[in-house]
C-alpha cells in the first residue's frame, strides 16, 4: 500500500497525476486483505483534498480496518526522514529508488530489500506500488496527510509553546492552561516546549493554523509603533 500512495503523491506534486494511482492502490489494499465477508473501509476522520491525501486516506482506512495505525504512521514518517536526510548513504539510496531510468523491477527489488522484515505488510503495498510509478519521492507528502488523519481520529491539537526561558512546573501548568482556550471542546491539547529568548518575556502558542503572540517583544514593538505614529502626528 504504502507503494501506491507514494506513487500518487509525487504524481499530484507534479500535477500530473491521475486516479489510476489510487485506483492500483485500492485494489492492492483489497487483493491482500483477509478474506472476510465484510471488508468495508472505516471512515476517515477527516476529509483531505489532494491526489497525496488521497493515498493516505485509503492507506489510513486499511491500516485502520487491520488494527495498524500507529505501525504504519511512524514507518511513514520514518520514510519521509529518510528520504529528507542529508546523509550520503540516505540519498544514494533516495536516487536510486527514484531515478527514472532505474527500471521498474530493479527499483522494486531495492524497496523489497530495505523494508522486507522491517515493515508492515500494507507499507510494503504501498511503496510497491508507489515504486511501479517511479513516485517514491512523494512519501514525505504522503506522511504529512497521514499525520493529519491521525490527529483528527485521536482528537488531538498539537501546540508548541515559545518561552523566553525554560518554564517551570507552575508556569507550564498556567499557560498550557491558557493554551487550552484555544481548542475545541472534546479535543486534547497535546503541546511542546522551545526557547526563544528573543522574546523577552510572555509566550507565544504556535498551532497549526494560527499563532497567538502574548510575547514581551511583541508588546514593545506595539507601543514603539504607537509612539512612533504619535510623533509623526505632532
Known amino acids: 500500500m504504502l507503494p501506491t500512495l507514494l506513487r500518487c503523491a509525487r504524481g499530484a ?17 483489497v487483493s491482500a486483505a ?38 504504519v504512521q511512524v514507518e511513514l514518517n520514518q520514510l519521509a526522514e529518510a528520504f529528507n536526510s542529508e546523509a550520503v548513504e ?15 523491477s530493479v527499483r522494486k527489488k531495492i524497496v523489497d530489500a530495505v523494508l522486507r522484515g522491517k515493515a508492515s ?24 496527510a497521514f499525520d493529519e488523519l491521525q490527529l483528527a481520529h485521536k482528537k488531538e491539537v498539537f501546540c508548541t509553546i515559545v518561552t523566553a526561558q ?9 499557560i498550557i492552561k491558557q493554551a ?7 479535543f486534547k491539547l497535546v503541546a511542546k516546549e522551545k526557547v526563544d529568548k528573543k522574546l523577552v518575556g510572555g509566550f507565544v502558542l504556535e498551532f497549526e493554523d494560527r499563532l497567538v503572540d502574548l510575547s514581551t517583544s511583541k ?14 502626528e505632532l
Request: glycine residues 2%; hydrophobic residues 50%; proline residues 6%.
Open 180 to 186: 487550552s482556550k484555544f481548542v475545541d471542546a472534546g
Open 121 to 144: 505488510d500494507i507499507t510494503l503495498r504501498l511503496l510497491d506500488s508507489l515504486a511501479d510509478e517511479n513516485a517514491l519521492a512523494a512519501v514525505p507528502e504522503v506522511s504529512l
Open 90 to 104: 540516505l540519498q544514494a539510496w533516495r536516487r536510486l529508488a527514484t531515478d527514472p531510468f532505474v527500471p521498474i
Open 13 to 29: 506534486a507534479r500535477a500530473q497525476a491521475s486516479s489510476e494511482a489510487v485506483r492500483c492502490l485500492a485494489t492492492k489494499a
Open 166 to 174: 525554560p518554564m517551570d512546573k507552575m508556569e507550564r501548568a498556567d
Open 219 to 232: 508588546k514593545v514593538s506595539e507601543f514603539n509603533a504607537v509612539v512612533s505614529k504619535m510623533e509623526l
Open 34 to 71: 483477509p478474506k472476510v465477508a465484510d471488508f468495508t473501509l472505516p471512515a476517515p476522520p477527516l476529509q483531505l483534498s489532494g491526489v497525496s491525501a488521497s493515498i493516505a486516506t485509503l492507506t489510513w482506512q486499511v491500516a485502520a480496518k487491520e488494527n495498524v495505525l500507529e505501525k
